[in-house]
């Protein structure tokens, strides 16, 4: 459940199951934190989220509409065909379709799935060695993450056996010459994959900008970093993703964005 249930049951609209209301404001909440971390691209990118329940449905941002502008009701509800249920003045960008289906039919037990085209993770996914074992912040990032080659824009729905294929176990896909793709069994926690995995790419860039000659790290030490990553991040973990959602709704509530529910 969302830390603000006590606020939605009032705002919630008839049709709309409490569970379904929940993960809709949760979505809005992320779009508007990716628009105010700068990881946004007018109407592009996407974010979805599983709906609870059996029938295999996912909500999106309707294809038009700026992220600082989306609100739990216009969130587009689409089936794993990508049809649209119930109404909507928007369609959905069909490669946002391709990209997220998969992993939402591929994986269903994960419920959020984060698309970026931020300047850090565009600029790594370009870069041949992708991320490097340059700083801590790298390092415990590398045994969650993984990588998918460019096939062009992702309209072809063959390609999602292979996005499915690629990511595997790892909650960190780098889309190579594309952007960033980070998933989880909440929305808070696909958003601080997505933070900390752009952030890391920031540094990468940074780091090499420099000019500088740069302080190389043993093996045994990049194994032992990316060894302390995969227990500090995993599922019940003393750094478990996700622990900072409450947090950042109410960042959002003291910056007077509350809308978006």
Known sequence: MSSIDTRI????????????????VDLAAAYRLVDRYGWSELAGNHIS?????????FLINPHGMLYDQITASSLVKIDCDGRIVGESQYPVNPAGFVIHSAIHMGQPHLTCVLHSHAPGGVAVSC???????????SLILMGWLAY?????VALDEDE??????????????????HGLLTVGESVGEAFVWMHRL??????QISTLSAGRELNPLSD????????????????GGP???????????????????????
């Open 9 to 24: 049951e009032g705002q919630r609209p008839p049709g709309i199951s409490l569970e379904e209301w929940t993960i809709r």
């Open 49 to 57: 989220a599983r709906v609870p329940g059996p029938a295999h449905h």
């Open 127 to 137: 870069m041949k060695e992708g991320l490097l074992p340059l700083s801590q912040h």
């Open 148 to 152: 998918h080659d460019y096939e062009g």
């Open 160 to 177: 999602r056996t292979r996005i499915v294929r690629d990511l595997g176990e790892c909650r960190l896909l780098i889309l190579r010459n």
């Open 198 to 203: 752009e952030k890391a790419c920031k540094w």
């Open 220 to 235: 045994v030490v990049q194994k032992r970093s990316v060894e302390q990553g995969l227990a500090m991040f995993r599922k």
């Open 239 to 261: 750094y478990a993703c996700g622990r900072e959602w409450p947090s950042l709704l109410e960042e959002l509530r003291r910056a007077g964005s509350d809308h978006w529910q």
